[in-house]
């Protein structure tokens, strides 16, 4: 199997953990464990009586209840608790395509989305979200690209890096869609519940038994770090799933497994307040875009704390986003990871303190290069070989 590089995680590793403000990232505000313990009550004599044993291979019963009863209607047994919902997406890929299948993404997306499938052999389709739409989808280029040959449709609503998302009647257009081509649908809500003007889109799998919804505790919950994610699905499909896992990572730590548990129970104590943030930090970075038109253009979201920046006149935006944080330690994601370079992807899931600066510090940057990219004829010439 060939691969290519995930363009997203190589810059963040290279920058992520030495920046002083991180405006780079799909999530809200991280929580430390101090603060996990106080909210769930998480006591030293609850962390003692945990057995560090083999935990079982599609999650602890606990966790797949407390996962189904807040996502799953209440279906523990098409729960698979995964590493992340990057181990879900994964399992899936590798589980459930073969050479040559045909299968109908969105662009730009998350390369995990595509890029495993890609590796496998499959062919892929487009369902572009383009910027002059404010990157709504278009259900007539929809209709044009699922066939009866497409084996899988895999999207992710509210959407990263844009925030668009669908309406209930849209997503049910979109599993008539799946319904009438047989084809598997993998419905990636790592954001369902962070959203600003539509309802929380529900889980297919109530209505379509071949779709696949991923879910994960690094977004809106604010807990990356703990590497908890799931898929639901029916349980034949989850059986594959197990086959390949069988010789990957087996399990979840059951230490990690009861921390989830607890918090999965109360999931609005970590929900609530960050989902609040963010309302907050979207109307300052809205009125900071509507300040800084010459610089930017921006999609308000519909869901999500991240939006896909269009920036004018920028002729590297790597080079732009690199002395972003060699003078003011600010971290963007360039657009090339979503292999748009006319772009940035900028969080506002983080504290609204560090927002403010960060803006403040990318307004500066922006003047500052913007005239040196104008003044200096060979700017661009260095800076591309810098
Ligand atoms: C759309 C989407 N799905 C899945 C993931 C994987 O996240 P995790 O493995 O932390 O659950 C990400 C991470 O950025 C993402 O943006």
Redesign the pocket.
Known sequence: MKIVPAHLEYWLRDYYFTVEIDISC?GVENFSFGELRELFNITPDDLDRIVLRDSRTLGDQDLRTAIGNRWGNGKAERVMATN???EA?YLIMHSLLEPGDEIVVLDPA?Q?LYSIAESIGCRLKRWRLRFEDSFRPDFSEARHLISPHTRMIVV?FPH?PTGASLTLAERDELIELAAGAGAYLVW?A?FAELTYDGPVLPDPGERYDRSIT?G?L?KAYGL?GLRV?WCLAAPEVLDRLVRLRDYTTLALSPLVEHIATRVIENGDLLLQPRLAQARHNLELLVSWANHHREFVSMVRPQGGVCVFARVHGVDDIEDFCRQLVDKYSVLLVPGTSFSNPDYVRLGFGCSTKDLTAALSRLSEHFHTYKQLQATTPEFNQIAKSA
């Open positions: 799909s992340g919902s990057s997406i998350y995990q992710n990263n990636d790592a991923l994960t690094s990356p994610g």
